[in-house]
């Protein structure tokens, strides 16, 4: 009989990710996780071979808010983690899961790795640890389990948040410790644990909501992330109480839903905005209150009677102060207070006073393709079966503020953690890639974003993945050229023009270049018939903003620089 081949320690992470009920990791090869590579093949494992370590962590975010399971990538020492740090970040900053496993050198070269002595070694943990939920280090082939399941259980429980798995060259390269326990950490879900609000937070709640007249929930991240979200929903129609969400929190509830009001903010619906702003109790299931949607942090006012749910018990009331703090999950609490509310009556009616206001859009007589029509052509061809991914700046604003999401749930990201442009490209491979049979990624980014990831179409085309990658291509950063001409810069910070619509044909995806929105209709009704990738290349204005300045709410905050004078 022929003996059973040795596993080296590759084989035995992989087996072990399995255990847990990892389906899938994005990654970069380096010399250093060869191991890695040969492991998943061996193993029948759905690794995505990509083109930059970025892309690789902003998949495995993607992937993990879209499937609610953990995201996993892979990078190698020195320059592959290095890679590594904006999409990692933007998961730390928006409390996403993923497990980053980063290669390092061997552990003889220790004292060779200042200024890389050592090829490529680096000081990587110092770097990593600043946007990483915990730093964990394999440091001998028989810690690898324990340290995993460790890692993986940080990652799901509490906040939750990314965590890094390094191994040395030389433990990757070794055999496998003799462990033939199985792993069962429940990591495939998060987030692991929900709590409980207690009976003296919900008699309080109660009693604020009874006297309220124009209530206002706001659904942040933390609610779509429960997995009783639909509660949320549930509580509202209970009372009849109007619905607004943060940027991250669309999903949260169906936006045909006749409850529903939009999201709020600089990127957000002036009628969301308005309604929490004339609310005299805003009960704030799972928002921490970011800059962006909360203008500054003056929406909602400390005057406003706040309830405040979340989680993390660090984030109540650490913004805008609040009347009533409660640590508990966002589901389960609007359950409990939906029973607790069963007695009382519906609220009224919830009209805005005062006159209309406008969203803001681009000139009517401006000759380029306006992105507010382009968002309106994705509304008119979207089911509940399509995710839309916004990459950060201008498209998040376009597209949080226009697009509505048909049916509740994660239909909707956008990186408003660490707001870094370039997220979108990978992000709509991992979303792409934990879609139902039948789904379809649509990607709004811009010009100057696209460049970050415009790698990866070569990835997509490679899997087939049904995405279509819309660019809003001004020929330059169009958040700074704004700005910049608010300043009275010039020359403004634009690029040579691009046809990234043959690019992607280059690549092998279907491409389309569009400089009306008839053409853009086009070129969308064509993309649904395609299997694999589609560019569609916009040629759109410079000067086209969509964000709200929160003078529209209060004329008293009028700045010279619009919604920009937000220092």
């Given amino acids: 009989m022929t003996a059973a081949p040795q596993q080296d320690v590759g084989d035995a992470l992989v087996r072990h990710l399995i255990e847990i009920g990892v389906e899938v990791c994005f990654g970069v090869p380096g010399g250093q996780t060869i191991p890695l590579y040969g492991a998943t093949r061996r193993a029948g494992f759905k690794h995505v071979l990509m083109h930059d370590e970025r892309n690789t962590a902003c998949a495995a975010d993607a992937y993990a808010r879209v499937s609610g399971k953990l995201g996993v990538c892979d990078a190698t020492v020195g320059p592959g983690a290095t890679n590594l740090v904006s999409g990692i970040a933007e998961a730390f900053a928006s409390a996403v899961p993923v497990l980053a496993i980063v290669g390092d050198a061997k552990t003889s070269r220790e004292h060779l790795r200042q200024h890389s002595i050592a090829s490529q070694a680096m000081q990587q943990r110092a770097m990593l640890e600043g946007v990483s939920k915990q730093f964990c280090r394999v440091h001998r082939a028989e810690g690898l389990a324990d340290t995993l399941e460790n890692a993986v259980r940080v990652a799901v429980t509490g906040r939750c948040g990314p965590v890094m798995l390094e191994i040395p060259e030389d433990v990757f390269f070794g055999a ?198 382009v968002i309106e052509s994705i509304n ?65 980014s811009g010009d100057g974003a696209a460049a970050y990831w415009i790698g990866e179409i070569e990835t997509a085309v490679r899997l087939r993945l049904p995405i279509i990658f819309v660019i809003l291509n001004n020929s330059g950063f169009g958040w700074i050229m704004q700005g910049e001409a608010m300043l009275g810069i010039d020359p403004k910070s634009t690029f040579a023009p691009v046809d990234f619509a043959a690019i992607g044909r280059a690549t092998g995806a279907a491409g389309h270049r569009c400089t009306t929105i008839e053409q853009v209709d086009a070129a969308l009704t064509q993309a649904l018939g395609v299997l694999g990738p589609t560019i569609i290349d916009v040629i759109s204005s410079e000067m086209a903003s969509p964000s709200v300045d929160f003078a529209v709410l209060d004329p008293a905050a009028a700045s010279a620089f619009g919604a920009y004078g937000m220092g």
Avoid at 423 to 428: N, Q
Wanted: proline letters at 6%; charged letters at 20%.
């Fill in 380 to 444: 008119a061809v979207a089911d509940e079966n399509l995710v839309l991914v916004a990459d950060a700046s201008l498209s998040s604003g376009w597209s949080a503020s226009r697009f509505k999401v048909r049916g509740a749930g994660r239909k909707f990201l956008a990186p408003r953690g660490l707001a870094g442009i370039g997220w979108a490209g990978g992000a709509a491979i991992g979303a792409a890639l934990a879609l139902p049979a039948g789904g379809r990624v649509v990607a709004v």
């Fill in 176 to 373: 496998a410790a003799p462990d033939a326990r199985v792993l069962a950490c429940g990591g495939d879900s998060w987030p692991r644990y929900q709590s409980e609000p207690c009976s003296e937070d919900l008699s309080h709640a109660v009693a604020l909501i009874a006297k309220a007249e124009r209530p206002v929930i706001l659904a942040g991240g933390g609610a779509i992330v429960s997995k009783e979200c639909s509660e949320v929903v549930a509580f509202a129609e209970a009372l009849g109480i109007p619905v607004v969400t943060s940027i991250n929190g669309k999903g949260a509830i169906d936006e045909f839903h006749p409850l529903s009001r939009g999201a709020v903010g600089v990127f957000g619906s002036v009628v969301a905005s308005r309604t929490l702003q004339q609310a005299d109790v805003v009960i704030v299931f799972g928002s921490k209150f970011a800059q962006f949607n909360s203008f500054m942090w003056r929406l909602p006012a400390a005057s406003q009677t706040i309830i405040q749910i979340d989680t993390d018990g660090a984030e109540l009331g650490r913004a805008i102060p609040v009347s009533l703090a409660i640590c508990a999950d966002a589901g389960r609490t609007a359950k409990r207070l939906r029973d607790a509310v069963s007695h009382l009556p519906r609220k009224p009616d919830y009209v805005l006073s005062g006159d209309a206001v406008a969203q803001p859009g681009t000139s009517i007589d401006d000759p380029h393709v306006a992105p507010e029509a």
